[in-house]
């Protein structure tokens, strides 16, 4: 039987590639929805809204946290 952890070209074994993997999508899952929800909601507020109140911005960036928190508990419920 062969060792699940065998050693890959270049050192790494897949245990640590593994926690790489789930690190960048940790990392991914909170950056790109908060920083698409701000930046969506800016675009709103500057180009459509004209509003001095950044509200579209606000909104974006509470959809981008829970979209960031959903994702979280997605990844955790498929890794146990």
Same mark, same amino acid.
């Given at each position: 039987?062969?060792?699940?952890?065998?050693?890959?070209?270049? @050192? *790494?074994? =897949? +245990? $640590?590639?593994?926690? *790489? %993997? /789930?690190? +960048?999508? /940790? @990392?991914?899952?909170?950056?790109?929805?908060?920083?698409?929800?701000?930046? #969506?909601?800016?675009?709103?507020? *500057?180009?459509? *809204?004209?509003? $001095?109140?950044?509200? %579209?911005?606000? #909104?974006?960036?509470?959809? @981008?946290?829970?979209? $960031?928190?959903?994702?979280?508990? =997605?990844?955790? +419920?498929?890794? +146990?």
């Amino acid at each position: 039987m062969k060792n699940k952890n065998k050693e890959q070209p270049g @050192g *790494f074994d =897949r +245990s $640590s590639i593994n926690a *790489f %993997a /789930v690190a +960048s999508q /940790v @990392g991914l899952g909170v950056v790109l929805p908060l920083v698409g929800g701000g930046l #969506i909601g800016w675009y709103l507020d *500057f180009k459509v *809204f004209h509003d $001095s109140v950044p509200l %579209a911005t606000l #909104i974006g960036l509470l959809l @981008g946290l829970a979209a $960031s928190v959903y994702g979280l508990i =997605r990844l955790i +419920s498929l890794l +146990s």
